[in-house]
C-alpha cells in the first residue's frame, strides 16, 4: 500500500544530471589511464561502454579486469584529476528554476549520488540549491559500486516519501536499477555518462533535457 497523502518526490543524481561535470569525468578517466599507459579515450566511446561497478567499465576499456594494485591506482589518479577540474563544471542547464518550481507544486525532492558524501554536501551548498532538497546523500564507503543499497537506505530516510510515487532521475543505467530495486521509476538522461542507445535498452523513458525529465517525472508519479 502507498503511503496515504504522500506528495510526488524526485530522487536526483549529481554527476552528470544537476552537475555538468563530462569534461571533468572524461578528462580524469583518461587522466587514469594514461597511468598505465592506456591510449585516451572519447566522449562518445565513454557514453557507449560507461557502466557499474566501474571495473567493468574499465575491463570494456582494456580488454580485461584491472588488478588490485591498478584499480586503486586508476581510482586514486581519477578523484584527484576531477577534484581540481570540477572546480570549472556547473550546473546543466535550467537547473535552479526546475527545482523551484517542483518545489512550488507541493512535490518534495532529495539527491543521492556515488560522489563521496563529505564532498557533495559542500558542493550543493556552495551552488545556493541546497534549500530544495529534503536531503542530500552522497556516498559512503568504497568508491565503484552499485547504488541500489544506496538507494534503499536514502529511501528508508526520507519521511512521507512513498516509492510508488517517486521517480528517479539520472544519466546511468544503474539510475533505472536502483530505482526498480525499490519499487520506484526512473526517467533518465542522455546528457551525462550515457548515450542515448546504452540507456533505451533499459526500458524506462529516456530524455535530452531535464526540462523533459521533471515533465516524465510529473507523469509517471501522477
Given at each position: 500500500?502507498?503511503?496515504?497523502?504522500?506528495?510526488a518526490h524526485i530522487v536526483w543524481d549529481w554527476n552528470g544530471t544537476l552537475f555538468h561535470d563530462t569534461?571533468?569525468?572524461?578528462?580524469?578517466?583518461?587522466?587514469?589511464?594514461?597511468?598505465?599507459?592506456?591510449?585516451?579515450?572519447?566522449?562518445?566511446?565513454?557514453?557507449?561502454?560507461?557502466?557499474?561497478?566501474?571495473?567493468?567499465?574499465?575491463?570494456?576499456?582494456?580488454?580485461?579486469?584491472?588488478?588490485?594494485?591498478?584499480?586503486?591506482?586508476?581510482?586514486?589518479?581519477?578523484?584527484?584529476?576531477?577534484?581540481?577540474?570540477?572546480?570549472?563544471c556547473g550546473l546543466a542547464e535550467g537547473v535552479p528554476g526546475l527545482l523551484s518550481d517542483w518545489g512550488?507544486?507541493?512535490?518534495?525532492?532529495?539527491?543521492?549520488?556515488?560522489?563521496?558524501?563529505?564532498?557533495?554536501?559542500?558542493?550543493?551548498?556552495?551552488?545556493?540549491?541546497?534549500?530544495?532538497?529534503?536531503?542530500?546523500?552522497?556516498?559512503?564507503?568504497?568508491?565503484?559500486?552499485?547504488?541500489?543499497?544506496?538507494?534503499?537506505?536514502?529511501?528508508?530516510?526520507?519521511?512521507?516519501?512513498?516509492?510508488?510515487?517517486?521517480?528517479?532521475?539520472?544519466?546511468?543505467?544503474?539510475?533505472?536499477?536502483?530505482?526498480?530495486?525499490?519499487?520506484?521509476?526512473?526517467?533518465?538522461?542522455?546528457?551525462?555518462?550515457?548515450?542515448?542507445?546504452?540507456?533505451?535498452?533499459?526500458?524506462?523513458?529516456?530524455?535530452?533535457?531535464?526540462?523533459?525529465?521533471?515533465?516524465?517525472?510529473?507523469?509517471?508519479?501522477?
Open positions: 500500500m502507498g503511503k496515504q497523502g504522500a506528495a569534461d571533468a569525468v572524461i578528462g580524469a578517466t583518461n587522466a587514469a589511464f594514461a597511468e598505465l599507459g592506456f591510449e585516451p579515450i572519447t566522449l562518445e566511446q565513454y557514453r557507449e561502454l560507461y557502466c557499474v561497478p566501474v571495473p567493468r567499465f574499465y575491463e570494456r576499456l582494456m580488454g580485461r579486469l584491472p588488478t588490485d594494485a591498478e584499480w586503486l591506482v586508476m581510482d586514486e589518479t581519477f578523484h584527484r584529476y576531477y577534484a581540481e577540474h570540477r572546480l570549472v512550488a507544486a507541493g512535490h518534495s525532492q532529495s539527491i543521492l549520488s556515488m560522489y563521496g558524501h563529505e564532498e557533495l554536501v559542500p558542493l550543493v551548498r556552495d551552488f545556493g540549491i541546497e534549500a530544495h532538497f529534503v536531503r542530500v546523500d552522497g556516498r559512503t564507503g568504497p568508491s565503484g559500486g552499485s547504488k541500489a543499497e544506496h538507494m534503499v537506505r536514502h529511501l528508508e530516510a526520507l519521511v512521507g516519501v512513498d516509492p510508488a510515487r517517486t521517480v528517479v532521475i539520472g544519466d546511468a543505467a544503474d539510475d533505472a536499477l536502483a530505482a526498480r530495486h525499490v519499487g520506484a521509476r526512473a526517467v533518465l538522461y542522455t546528457g551525462g555518462s550515457h548515450g542515448r542507445a546504452s540507456l533505451e535498452v533499459v526500458g524506462v523513458p529516456v530524455v535530452d533535457t531535464l526540462t523533459e525529465a521533471v515533465a516524465e517525472a510529473r507523469r509517471l508519479a501522477a
